[in-house]
């Protein structure tokens, strides 16, 4: 059995003064403008997430990686949250203001879990039980282990579920699967298995290979035709590109998460660190993997057998992540950095999407690119001394449990370096677009 986490008390959020958030309180004013264009988005396309399971033996450090694009039409706000659950204490990306139901998260077990709707799994008979978030939601709080994953997938068939999700997990021992999960049934395929992935890796769009009785990884022929058959061969190119020593969790977050070339691998030959000149004036997001319905997007950085998996990291870009910032975060934290969190968003998300609405195409169906490569020269340099000085860390901690006030120092710290980027960069296009 996994070993429990300490207990970490959830400090209450202190109410804010008249003084602080001076920036927030000014952006909200103009937000609220924003969220009205943000209605015309519900009649898009929604839930077409794009997901990955990559087991240890594919990575640069041995260590597995579980990824996810969010799209949703349904809200554009997402925040972080901590809190302790039944048996394990809770880290996961939630709608603002609303704690029924999880998005993706990891546990102080380890235990990391998020997914992809697959409608080919519902059925026309009524069906009750939890929902995909209310499902991820139970498991964070009660699993420890893709087996025991497992063993309430088995629990809850009888009972029965509303889910119809294809859903990625990975745990602290090096256990990787995806679970095709419907009302009353599921199908495990092990991504350690190299009969079902030989390459260590699987990927999942918006369809079941169980429901259409194909390959657990198949070719992109056998899918054609089907909605999301682009982003599903495009995630694979993605990942099939990097395995082994480029294969890292910096990898994911630079390339995959804002993604914007087809299955052909066009207007991006080869990947998001094309040069400028390779993005045309306008890209049409409706197959892409970063969309206009982009919402956030998380990859979980697991831990070899033997470290402690309190060293588990989230690293998770709120809003569209074309014009957002990675964020490391841990479930030992004491509460999540003010950057990430809030009822009505985490200012880093609500940035990120004031951004997007800037930069969209009149009927909202692609992106203007004019300004995405002046935005990442100032973004990514900051991302990638995040990311540096999370790999440090966890060089120091070696196998063991990273200090809980040192790792609220630090996500604290890094989390306030993200913000003031991205508070930066939305001076920079106001004052670009009033000149």
Known sequence: MPRRCHSVK???????????????????????????????AACLPAEACTTAVISGRATADGRPLLWKNRDTSTTRRNEVDVYDGERYRVLAVFNAGKRNAVWM????????????????????????????????????????????????????????????ASFGVIDAQGGAAVFETGANSYQMFDANDPEVAPQGYLVRSNFATTARGIEPLP??????????????????????????????????????????????????????????????????????????TTVSAAVFHGVRPGEDPLQTTMWVALGDPKFSIAVPCWVGTEEPADALAGEHGGPIGAIANTLREWNLTRDRSGVLTAQLPQIWSDVWPVEDRLLEAVAEARERWGVAAPDPAEITELHDALAAEALLCMQGELADMKAAALA
């Open 10 to 40: 959830v400090r209450q959020r202190r109410p804010h003064s008249r003084s602080d958030w001076s920036p927030m309180r000014c952006w909200n004013l103009f937000l609220r403008a924003a969220f009205v264009l943000l209605a015309v």
């Open 105 to 164: 998260g990891v546990n102080s077990a380890g235990f990391c879990i998020e997914n992809a709707l697959s409608r080919d799994l519902g059925t026309d008979e009524e069906t009750s039980g939890p929902g995909n978030g209310g499902l991820m939601k139970i498991a964070l709080e009660t699993c420890g282990t893709v087996e025991e994953f497992w063993a309430l997938l088995e629990r809850t068939n009888e009972s029965g579920r509303g889910t119809e």
């Open 219 to 292: 070719e992109a022929a056998a899918v054609a035709g089907t909605y999301s058959a682009e982003r599903y061969a495009r995630g694979c190119q993605l990942v099939e590109g990097c395995l082994g020593e480029e294969l890292s969790v910096g990898t994911v977050v630079r390339r995959f998460f804002r993604d914007l070339a087809d299955a052909n691998g066009s207007p991006f030959p080869g990947s998001v660190n094309g040069p400028a000149g390779s993005l045309p004036p306008v890209v049409d997001t409706s197959s892409t993997i970063s969309r206009t």
